[in-house]
């Protein structure tokens, strides 16, 4: 089976780099435009079902792309985006002036670093992988394409665990706003065939790959 994995589009707070977690913030105009954009992209592949984090900027994204599919979203609470805690809501420059240790140590060592009444990336990585082998645990017998809506940290996570990495690699990959990555799930393995993909948004199509299996 494969899987679409896809950052929803771009918010306000994305753009004024403030630290997003799980508030609550629709999508901006150019976010919209960017999910019609991933829509029209993967609107010849064959999609059996579509999944998203419950978060609104997600499954806003998640939405658009199902229409052309008649397909309804289905809400995963494990694909929500990190916890943030107190960082929730304060923009990039304020937290490296207010917390500068935890700040270099996100920059520098994320791995170690727990938000203050929040998640770790290791305990994000844990919920977000089990949610995807629940996925595949669905679809992969048929050998269905699906499509996932989730953010960066959530996504960045997934393909690192795919790839044999790990958080102490969170910033070594991109996931830009809208980006489309397509993994394949065979027996006991990912394989991944396209990362951070942003063509659609200058009106490229996106391929779909052969099978590795």
């Known amino acids: 089976?494969?899987?679409?994995?896809?950052?929803?589009?771009?918010?306000?707070?994305?753009k004024e780099e403030v630290f997003r977690g799980r508030a609550?913030?629709?999508?901006?105009?150019?976010?919209?435009?960017?999910?019609?954009?991933?829509?029209?992209?993967?609107?010849h592949m064959k999609v059996s079902a579509v999944y998203s984090s419950p978060l609104a900027r997600a499954a806003e994204t998640a939405r658009i792309i199902a229409r052309p599919h008649g397909l309804p979203v289905q809400l995963v609470d494990d694909l929500a985006d990190i916890d943030c805690?107190?960082?929730?809501?304060?923009?990039?420059?304020?937290?490296?002036?207010?917390?500068?240790?935890?700040?270099?140590a996100w920059q520098e060592a994320p791995h170690?670093?727990?938000f203050p009444g929040g998640e770790s990336l290791d305990q994000v990585a844990d919920?977000?992988?089990?949610?995807?082998?629940?996925i595949v645990a669905t679809h992969a017998a048929e050998g269905e394409t699906v499509a996932v809506v989730s953010h960066r940290v959530v996504n960045k996570l997934l393909l690192l665990r795919i790839l044999g990495l790990g958080s102490p690699a969170f910033?070594?990959?991109?996931?830009?706003?809208?980006?489309?990555?397509?993994?394949?799930?065979?027996?006991?393995?990912y394989v991944l065939h396209l990362l951070?993909?942003?063509?659609?948004?200058?009106?490229?199509?996106?391929?779909?790959?052969?099978?590795?299996?």
Request: a negative charge; hydrophobic letters at 40%; aromatic letters at 6%.
């Open 24 to 43: 609550d913030i629709p999508l901006d105009e150019t976010g919209m435009a960017q999910a019609e954009a991933v829509a029209a992209a993967l609107a």
């Open 112 to 114: 170690t670093v727990t």
């Open 127 to 134: 919920r977000a992988v089990a949610a995807v082998d629940r």
């Open 1 to 14: 089976m494969k899987i679409i994995l896809i950052r929803h589009g771009q918010t306000r707070w994305n």
């Open 196 to 213: 951070n993909d942003r063509c659609h948004l200058a009106g490229g199509r996106i391929p779909e790959p052969p099978s590795d299996f």
């Open 85 to 104: 805690g107190g960082w929730e809501g304060v923009p990039v420059d304020e937290a490296r002036s207010r917390y500068p240790e935890m700040f270099e």
């Open 171 to 189: 910033w070594r990959i991109r996931q830009d706003t809208c980006c489309v990555n397509i993994i394949e799930h065979g027996p006991g393995s």
